[in-house]
């Protein structure tokens, strides 16, 4: 069974910095695609970034362009998401994915979400 554990959210102010974290397991991590996506209050989800499976290639979303990174540890399981530069507007609850198979399209794995909040 998989699962996707974020954490790493909380407070933060315009302006500073935060880094999420995923951890996974139930799957070969190591052959994966991992993507990152957040849903603000009152709005559809919305793709951050994402990462291929041996961290060589990113692809990021346009809010994130510049001031996000995505990176990831396969001797940890782990993906990383790192937040610079924040605004408010990037406030929301902040979900890692997977596909169901190394190649598949789309996503079908989700974490909890963890909570991000910046205050202006």
């Known amino acids: 069974q998989v699962h996707l554990v974020e954490s790493g959210g909380g407070l933060a102010q315009a302006g500073g910095s935060l880094r999420l974290s995923c951890v996974a397991s139930?799957?070969?991590?190591?052959?994966?695609?991992m993507g990152w996506f957040r849903q603000a209050p009152g709005k559809e989800r919305e793709f951050v970034g994402s990462i291929n499976y041996n961290g060589g290639s990113t692809y990021y979303g346009d809010s994130a362009k510049g001031r996000f990174t995505i990176s990831r540890d396969n001797a940890k399981n782990t993906v990383y998401l790192q937040m610079n530069n924040l605004k408010p507007e990037d406030t929301a609850i902040y979900y890692c994915a997977a596909p169901r198979t190394p190649g598949a399209l789309g996503y079908d794995y989700w974490g909890q979400g963890t909570q991000v909040t910046v205050s202006s």
């Open positions: 139930g799957l070969s991590f190591r052959t994966y695609l």
